[in-house]
């Protein structure tokens, strides 16, 4: 079974802090995703990964970066955490173009 | 931006009876996808259907796809409390490879 797994299921910051979210895949998927979710919203992807090094904008970059030294492991920054930041989280990872794994998500509160 | 809009965007059902709901999207597609997300948990891959097939079958869950009306349904048959959840369709465009578009989901309550 596919696995993937986030760092945090809830995680309290506060405004102005650097927040590191991890995302670990352990079926050599090439692409990894970050999404976040809002009521009403649905997910909104803010960046994709689709190799190594290699990262493209999503719809909501603003406010956020992305990290993939490592095929396994993508990884979700911001630099400087704001209340409208409040969200869900979600990672997921693909093998081609088709059906994501997601991980359980992480709950991110910026006071 | 949100590709695909579901309809209704909450169904409440008696354990037993069908839950129907529909998806519509705006461009051209390469598959359309279908999520079901328990509250405060990541999504699970439901179906695939591609853009050349018109029905798939999986268990209790029928979906069809008519491109020409930019839409889709899925319908759970002898619905069970235990499908209570939120269901999203994705698609995958053409040209894009990797990425999906998420709609804003439907939240299904099925009571006993």
């Known amino acids: 079974d596919v696995k993937v797994t986030q760092s945090s299921r809830y995680l309290v910051k506060r405004t102005g802090e650097k927040v590191f979210l991890e995302c670990v895949q352990d079926m050599d998927h090439e692409n990894m995703f970050w999404y976040r979710q809002d009521p009403g919203l649905g997910l909104r992807l803010i960046y994709f990964s689709y190799d190594v090094k290699m990262k493209e904008k999503g719809d909501i970059p603003e406010g956020y970066s992305v990290s993939r030294e490592k095929k396994e492991r993508f990884s979700l920054i911001l630099e400087s955490a704001s209340t409208n930041q409040t969200s869900m989280y979600l990672c997921?990872?693909?093998?081609?173009?088709?059906?994501?794994?997601f991980g359980p998500g992480t709950r991110l509160l910026v006071l | 931006s949100q590709q695909g809009e579901e309809d209704p965007q909450a169904l409440s059902i008696q354990e037993g009876e069908n839950a129907t709901m529909n998806c519509s999207y705006k461009?051209?597609?390469?598959?359309l996808q279908w999520y079901r997300q328990n509250s405060g948990r990541g999504l699970v891959h439901l179906i695939l259907i591609r853009s050349n097939e018109r029905e798939k079958h999986s268990g209790r869950l029928r979906v069809t796809l008519d491109t020409s009306k930019k839409s889709s349904s899925l319908l759970i048959t002898a619905s069970r409390a235990a499908d209570t959840a939120s269901y999203f369709c994705a698609t995958g465009s053409a040209g894009t490879a990797s990425k999906l578009t998420f709609g804003t989901g439907t939240r299904l309550q099925v009571t006993l």
């Open positions: 461009t051209s597609i390469n598959n």
């Open positions: 997921a990872s693909s093998r081609g173009g088709e059906t994501q794994y």
